[in-house]
């Protein structure tokens, strides 16, 4: 397991969303390799961060009509 101490929400949420400088997105992505739980927390982040992009596009397709 990577010596990295796990990542808290913040720190998930701006890699996410690409707001980290290069060598910390290395430092994460290092981490997740050898992290399963920080690799299955990741991967619930993204889909849930997919299903609420789709709800918003379904809201603004409805209320556009």
Do not use: W, Y
């Amino acid at each position: 397991q990577s010596p990295m101490n796990s990542p808290d929400t913040c720190l998930l949420t701006e890699l996410i969303e690409s707001h980290l400088a290069d060598n910390q997105r290395t430092e994460l992505v290092t981490h997740f390799a050898g992290c399963d739980r920080c690799t299955s927390q990741l991967a619930l982040a993204l889909k849930l961060r997919e299903q609420g992009e789709a709800q918003q596009s379904a809201a603004s397709s409805t209320t556009a009509t």
